[in-house]
């Protein structure tokens, strides 16, 4: 069973960069997508991006000019950077498999679905 | 973007029937994902493609989706159903993904 564990300073300060990682264990990196979604205090589930295992990214919009996710497929791994973090980025930070479903022609569905989530990690911005 | 929009909150007494709605443009078009989040816990997945249960999410979880609305309907509820409870989809014409604001679940 494959399983997800974030990984990465609580604290940040205003204006520096996040950094987080996000460790596969149970199952190979390849053939899925990989999410990073976070959810501020409160609030409700935010997506920040996903990244193909082939190394092809898809960021949100509100968020794309500071976002930058990557992948390690040697270890296993893929990562988050967020520049010019303000208080506004304080939020649980959770890493997310995508889905692998197949439809009754046998065809794959369901890929931007998360199946499989970390436990999250919280990131605090102050300075 | 593409807005999903969701009650704040829902009310059920237990063993009666839960329906939470995910409001949309043409949402009936779109593939509609669902999660349960407890307090303190990551999302669960407990329906996707508008209907379909992952292994192990109990039969009384159904969804549908149709026209402007998606609609994840709970039966015979029970308190550990108490939850948030998010939809999601896959926005093809600006080519991102979307949750709605979510919808707390409260078991009487």
């Known amino acids: 069973q494959v399983q997800l564990q974030e990984s990465g300073p609580g604290l940040v300060k205003p204006s520096e960069t996040l950094s987080l990682t996000c460790t596969v264990s149970?199952?190979?990196?390849?053939?899925?997508?990989w999410s990073w979604i976070r959810q501020p205090p409160g609030k409700g589930l935010e997506w920040i991006g996903y990244i193909y295992y082939s190394g092809s990214t898809n960021y949100n919009p509100s968020l794309k000019s500071r976002v930058t996710i990557s992948v390690d497929t040697s270890k296993n791994q893929f990562s988050l950077k967020l520049s010019s973090v303000t208080a506004a980025d304080t939020a649980v930070y959770y890493c997310?498999?995508?889905?692998?479903?197949?439809?009754?022609?046998?065809?794959?569905?369901?890929?931007?679905?998360?199946?499989?989530w970390g436990q999250g990690t919280m990131v605090t911005v102050s300075s | 973007s593409y807005v999903l929009t969701q009650p704040p909150s829902v009310s059920v007494a237990p063993g009666q029937t839960a329906r939470i709605t995910c409001g949309g443009n043409?949402?009936?078009?779109?593939?509609v994902h669902w999660y349960q989040q407890k307090p303190g816990q990551a999302p669960v997945l407990v329906v996707y493609?508008?209907?379909d249960r992952p292994s192990g999410i109990p039969e009384r979880f159904s969804g549908s989706n149709s026209g402007n609305t998606a609609t994840l309907t709970i039966s015979r509820v029970e308190a550990g159903d108490e939850a948030d409870y998010y939809c999601q989809v896959w926005d093809s014409s600006s080519d991102h993904l979307e949750f709605g604001g979510g919808t707390k679940l409260t078991v009487l």
């Open positions: 997310a498999k995508g889905a692998e479903y197949y439809d009754s022609s046998g065809g794959r569905t369901a890929w931007d679905a998360f199946d499989i």
């Open positions: 149970g199952g190979s990196i390849s053939s899925y997508y």
């Open positions: 493609d508008d209907s």
């Open positions: 043409n949402i009936g078009s779109k593939s």
